[in-house]
Nanobody, 123 residues
């Protein structure tokens, strides 16, 4: 079992910045990938950015060049640095962790989600 807790959301003006954090606890072994998602009211949840244990990153086109995902394996914390924020970035942001385990020759996976943190970009 893995628990994820997001923090760092809030209200900012367009063009401002926020840094979100996601702290993982519990059985944190073998988390091979983490990601940030977001969901605005009435819209589908969308993938924002992902990062592997080796540090490889990918970003949605809508945030590329403005957001930076990172992780600190020593503290089991993932971050999302958000710069040049736009009103369309307003959403609840969720972190997700993918965990793997091997039993014999079979691979098992599990996904864990945090509760989300609200980001509002408005004048």
């Amino acid at each position: 079992q893995v628990q994820l807790v997001e923090s760092g959301g809030g209200l900012v003006q367009p063009g401002g910045s926020l840094r979100l954090s996601c702290a993982a606890s519990g059985n944190i072994r073998n988390i091979y990938a983490m990601a940030w998602y977001r969901q605005a009211p009435g819209k589908q949840r969308e993938l924002v950015a992902t990062i592997t244990g080796g540090g490889s990153t990918n970003y949605a086109d809508s945030v590329k060049g403005r957001f930076t995902i990172s992780r600190d394996n020593a503290t089991n914390t993932m971050y999302l640095q958000m710069n040049s924020l736009k009103p369309e970035d307003t959403a609840v942001y969720f972190c997700k962790a993918d965990q793997e385990a091997y039993f014999g020759k079979r691979r098992y996976t599990a996904d864990y989600w945090g509760q989300g943190t609200q980001v509002t970009v408005s004048s």
